[in-house]
């Protein structure tokens, strides 16, 4: 990413806030109300967060997927209601000073730690805020029910950015205080928050950051949603209000590097047999899997296809000087000369979901490698977006430990 004296216009602006947590003093283990971002949560992990804890906040951001048949309000209605119900009880209080929060998270082999703020939002042009994938409309109307409905960002987008000293040297500081949480999450992660109200050093790390340009890591969906939610106040009148920022985890790339993994995809209602490769792609190696599970892709320029039975390895067209990613050949090229449609496609972030979704569907798995970083930022620079779920930036956070409510900012 590009050095503050690089590229002069960039103004990420992070604005404090009083963030919505869960009582301590009211839930024994604020780990089991934690999950997972909503778009990895498979049906069984879902149902697993659900007998966990009755307040797993689950039940707020996945309200379609855990609402009562029977029930007489629209699940995104009912969902608001059960805040605005555990708010009332003080089972989610709000800090009585708006501030920045560090989140540090991890577990024995990967530590990550950043701020959480209130992010402004810029036009997609602006330079500040980068995306890299395109996203799926019915996905951003759903988190934006949710959002509109509850009133609150419940779930961070998580940017990176590269290299800041002052912020680094801050973010060093709290930790050396006793954490506002410190759990543990069901599956094995540990996670603490602290939080800065001193102006002084919140008016540094601001400033430190102004400069930087970030990148969408993960959550290019709600961006998106942010986006419209601030052109529909727009669009009937309304002034500055919370809607012009948005909740985001901001992480030093530099300090503490993510790993991007592949997002891989499965085709329902196809045998593997009847896939014929188009000019420039090439079936390079064939073998049965009798009970093994498939490999994954062993460089770029490969893709894994399988039906569970047969295992078999497709080599990619060279792309020539331009970054051109596996995702990119395989949503241009290969998909449509498949003839597959976006209604037959799924995006698993594991091989063993990608494989069930296969079987279910009476499909294949393709299974890719992932994008590098510098690709995903050279891509993001110019302007290009990748197919929408390209990457998988992890580890990723949990959701349910800082939430921001915008009637606490009017």
Same mark, same amino acid.
């Given at each position: 990413?590009?050095?503050?004296?690089?590229?002069?216009?960039?103004?990420?602006?992070?604005?404090?806030?009083?963030?919505?947590?869960?009582?301590?003093?009211?839930?024994?283990?604020?780990?089991?109300?934690?999950?997972?971002?909503?778009?990895?949560?498979?049906?069984?992990?879902?149902?697993?967060?659900?007998?966990?804890?009755?307040?797993?906040?689950?039940?707020?951001?996945?309200?379609?997927?855990?609402?009562?048949?029977?029930?007489?309000?629209?699940?995104?209605?009912?969902?608001?209601?059960?805040?605005?119900?555990?708010?009332?009880?003080?089972?989610?209080?709000?800090?009585?000073?708006?501030?920045?929060?560090?989140?540090?998270?991890?577990?024995?082999?990967?530590?990550?730690?950043?701020?959480?703020?209130?992010?402004?939002?810029?036009?997609?042009?602006?330079?500040?805020?980068?995306?890299?994938?395109?996203?799926?409309?019915?996905?951003?109307?759903?988190?934006?029910?949710?959002?509109?409905?509850?009133?609150?960002?419940?779930?961070?987008?998580?940017?990176?950015?590269?290299?800041?000293?002052?912020?680094?040297?801050?973010?060093?500081?709290?930790?050396?205080?006793?954490?506002?949480?410190?759990?543990?999450?069901?599956?094995?992660?540990?996670?603490?928050?602290?939080?800065?109200?001193?102006?002084?050093?919140?008016?540094?790390?601001?400033?430190?950051?102004?400069?930087?340009?970030?990148?969408?890591?993960?959550?290019?969906?709600?961006?998106?949603?942010?986006?419209?939610?601030?052109?529909?106040?727009?669009?009937?009148?309304?002034?500055?209000?919370?809607?012009?920022?948005?909740?985001?985890?901001?992480?030093?790339?530099?300090?503490?590097?993510?790993?991007?993994?592949?997002?891989?995809?499965?085709?329902?209602?196809?045998?593997?047999?009847?896939?014929?490769?188009?000019?420039?792609?090439?079936?390079?190696?064939?073998?049965?899997?009798?009970?093994?599970?498939?490999?994954?892709?062993?460089? #770029? $320029?490969?893709? *894994? +296809? %399988? &039906?569970?039975?047969?295992?078999?390895?497709?080599? !990619? @067209? =060279? #792309? $020539?000087?331009? *970054? +051109? %990613? &596996?995702?990119?050949?395989?949503?241009?090229?290969? !998909? @449509? =000369?498949?003839?597959?449609?976006?209604?037959?496609?799924?995006?698993?972030?594991?091989?063993?979901?990608?494989?069930?979704?296969?079987?279910?569907?009476?499909?294949?798995?393709?299974?890719?490698?992932?994008?590098?970083?510098?690709?995903?930022?050279?891509?993001?620079?110019?302007?290009?977006?990748?197919?929408?779920?390209?990457?998988?930036?992890?580890?990723?956070?949990?959701?349910?430990?800082?939430?921001?409510?915008?009637?606490?900012?009017?």
């Amino acid at each position: 990413m590009a050095e503050p004296d690089a590229h002069p216009t960039p103004k990420l602006r992070l604005r404090p806030f009083a963030a919505m947590r869960f009582n301590p003093a009211l839930v024994d283990d604020i780990g089991k109300v934690t999950c997972p971002p909503y778009d990895v949560m498979d049906r069984a992990m879902i149902e697993d967060l659900l007998a966990s804890h009755p307040r797993n906040i689950v039940r707020l951001i996945l309200p379609r997927l855990v609402h009562e048949p029977l029930a007489a309000d629209d699940p995104y209605i009912a969902a608001a209601k059960r805040l605005a119900r555990w708010r009332r009880q003080t089972t989610l209080l709000t800090d009585s000073e708006p501030g920045l929060y560090v989140y540090e998270y991890g577990d024995a082999a990967h530590r990550v730690c950043g701020i959480v703020a209130a992010v402004e939002l810029h036009k997609p042009d602006s330079g500040v805020i980068l995306p890299h994938e395109g996203v799926i409309p019915a996905i951003v109307a759903d988190r934006l029910a949710m959002m509109v409905a509850a009133r609150a960002n419940l779930e961070p987008i998580l940017l990176v950015y590269d290299g800041d000293e002052t912020a680094s040297a801050c973010i060093a500081s709290a930790r050396e205080r006793p954490p506002l949480t410190d759990v543990v999450a069901s599956d094995g992660t540990y996670h603490r928050v602290w939080s800065i109200t001193d102006p002084a050093t919140m008016r540094l790390i601001r400033t430190a950051l102004k400069p930087h340009q970030a990148l969408i890591a993960d959550g290019h969906h709600r961006y998106a949603m942010y986006q419209q939610l601030r052109r529909r106040h727009r669009s009937i009148g309304d002034g500055p209000g919370p809607w012009d920022r948005g909740l985001a985890l901001i992480i030093d790339q530099s300090v503490f590097p993510l790993q991007l993994g592949a997002i891989h995809r499965s085709i329902a209602e196809v045998s593997l047999a009847a896939l014929r490769p188009p000019p420039g792609f090439e079936w390079v190696e064939s073998r049965r899997l009798d009970g093994r599970v498939p490999r994954l892709p062993r460089r #770029s $320029g490969e893709l *894994v +296809v %399988t &039906d569970g039975v047969l295992e078999q390895t497709l080599r !990619l @067209p =060279a #792309s $020539g000087g331009d *970054v +051109v %990613t &596996d995702v990119e050949q395989l949503h241009e090229g290969l !998909l @449509p =000369a498949w003839s597959v449609t976006d209604d037959r496609l799924g995006y698993h972030h594991t091989v063993p979901q990608t494989l069930h979704s296969a079987h279910q569907e009476g499909g294949v798995a393709i299974l890719l490698h992932p994008t590098t970083v510098a690709d995903v930022m050279t891509i993001a620079r110019s302007g290009k977006i990748m197919p929408h779920k390209s990457t998988s930036f992890g580890p990723k956070p949990r959701m349910g430990l800082v939430m921001r409510a915008f009637d606490d900012e009017s």
